[in-house]
């Protein structure tokens, strides 16, 4: 298969690329527009979305990007790269930052709050678990989380998350505080699919199940049977597994 990227200006790089590697495949680190000639997919991993922007925008990354979204390759964002995908984001810090586009929502930036309202949550995944088999749910590590508050015609949900009625949520870095006791019981999207885009809220770089990763390789492969016959054989539930960072079991 083709080489995968990993943008690599801040944030989870290195958990993106040793969940990789975990499955047979080296991912490389991408910093300037040239690298992104040598990939064919790329992944946006988490960190904080305002850096990753300005830092972006320093090395003249964002017309390559769009360029590369735009030309129909996989790309993955995850956290911070499910931001950087939307075609619209709220709860932004006075003045936005820019976005590369190409997925059809609305993302709530920090939409669960600040770092202190991180938490992780049992997610209900059919369409990962009918594709990569193993349970019915996904262990979700949110971490200043962003919500995907509408979706286009042609974004396929793949996960929602219940707030539970007693949860405070800040709905931007105003802090303006919302009781979710006073309304009813919602649910948001923090997991998507358009096309060859991908997008996920949370954070599967740090755990130990790849299903995620795997997914997104089969998107990104032309010739799906060869992609899933290398994945199977590099992933391994042996008990004995030796990880190379620190992540959730």
């Known amino acids: 298969m083709g080489v995968v990227g990993v943008l690599a200006l801040q ?29 064919s997919s790329l992944i946006i991993p988490g960190g ?14 964002f017309p390559a990007l769009r360029e590369f979204v735009q030309m129909g390759k996989p790309v993955w964002g995850t956290c911070a790269g499910l931001i950087f995908l939307a075609n619209k984001a709220v709860g932004q810090k006075e003045g936005g930052q820019e976005l590369v586009g190409g997925l059809d929502c609305t993302v ?30 996904f262990r ?4 200043r989380a962003p919500a995907i508050l509408e979706v286009g015609p042609e974004v396929e949900v793949l996960a929602d998350y219940h707030i ?5 949520l800040y709905s931007s870095s105003a802090v303006e ?34 299903r995620w990763h795997s997914y997104f390789l089969k998107m990104a ?7 899933s016959n290398a994945i199977v054989a590099a ?12 992540i959730f079991r």
Not at 21 to 37: A, F, S
Not at 48 to 61: I, P, Q, W, Y
Not at 111 to 128: C, D, K, N, T
């Open 11 to 39: 944030g989870s790089f290195n958990e993106h690329i040793a969940a990789l590697r975990r499955l047979g495949v080296k991912g490389v680190e991408i910093r300037k527009p040239e690298h992104l000639q040598s990939i």
């Open 48 to 61: 904080e979305s305002t850096t990753m922007a300005k830092l972006a925008e320093f090395h003249n990354l």
């Open 108 to 137: 709530h930036r920090n939409y669960f709050g600040r770092q202190i309202q991180s938490f992780e949550a049992e997610l209900v995944v059919p369409e990962l678990a009918s594709k990569e088999g193993g349970p019915e749910t």
């Open 140 to 143: 979700g590590v949110f971490i």
């Open 164 to 168: 539970p009625s007693n949860k405070v």
């Open 177 to 210: 505080i919302h009781e979710e006791s006073a309304v009813p019981e919602k649910k948001v999207i923090v997991a998507v699919k358009q096309g060859k885009l991908l997008g996920t809220a949370f954070h599967p770089e740090l755990t130990a199940d790849t």
């Open 221 to 227: 492969s032309d010739i799906e049977g060869a992609t």
């Open 235 to 246: 992933s391994s539930s042996d008990p004995q597994t030796k990880y190379d960072l620190p």
